[in-house]
């Protein structure tokens, strides 16, 4: 897979002009959430799913979280300043522990290690989807890895 990669790169010129740049990266994001499209976004209210967001047509967004959330914050902020329909939904201490062993049971039953960081995105993408399945979504969008891709943290 790598070699595929490494190939096709290596007879690939690489832009270094920022103008350059950044106009590539709009159209590739724009084919990437077209071809991608789902009338669900999970939405913290971050760059990665406002961009999601921005880009696409009649779609629900869908929060989760703790009540004082920094995240569910923004995403209510932000889905009422752009007028986006959003459905929340805010966990009790309970709720939430229900969700973490649920999340355990499920890495455990597919051989995947536990650990704060696998349980935390395991609990936050458990409930988003199955908010989003309850409404009869199949697909849902997300913007989980842009930080990885572009350095943001």
């Known amino acids: 897979m790598f070699e595929d990669l490494r190939e096709e790169l ?8 920022k103008e350059d740049i950044l106009k590539n990266l709009c159209v590739l994001l724009k084919n990437a959430v077209k071809s991608n499209y789902s009338k669900a976004i999970a939405f ?14 009649d779609f629900t967004l869908y929060a989760i979280g703790l009540d ?17 329909s959003i459905k929340i939904k805010i966990f ?3 709720e939430a522990e229900e969700v973490i062993k649920e999340v355990i049971s499920i890495l455990k039953k597919n051989k995947v290690e536990c650990n ?21 979504h199949k697909t849902i969008s997300c913007g989980l890895g842009a930080e990885e891709i572009f350095a943001g943290y």
């Open 116 to 136: 704060v960081l696998k349980v935390g995105i395991g609990c936050v993408t458990y409930s988003v989807l199955k908010m989003a399945k309850d409404d009869g």
């Open 92 to 94: 009790d201490l309970k």
């Open 44 to 57: 913290s209210g971050g760059l990665d799913s406002n961009l999601i967001a921005y880009l696409s047509k």
């Open 68 to 84: 004082n959330s920094q995240d569910l914050a923004w995403a209510k902020k932000i889905a009422k300043d752009m007028k986006w």
């Open 10 to 17: 290596e007879n690939k010129e690489l832009l270094t002009n």
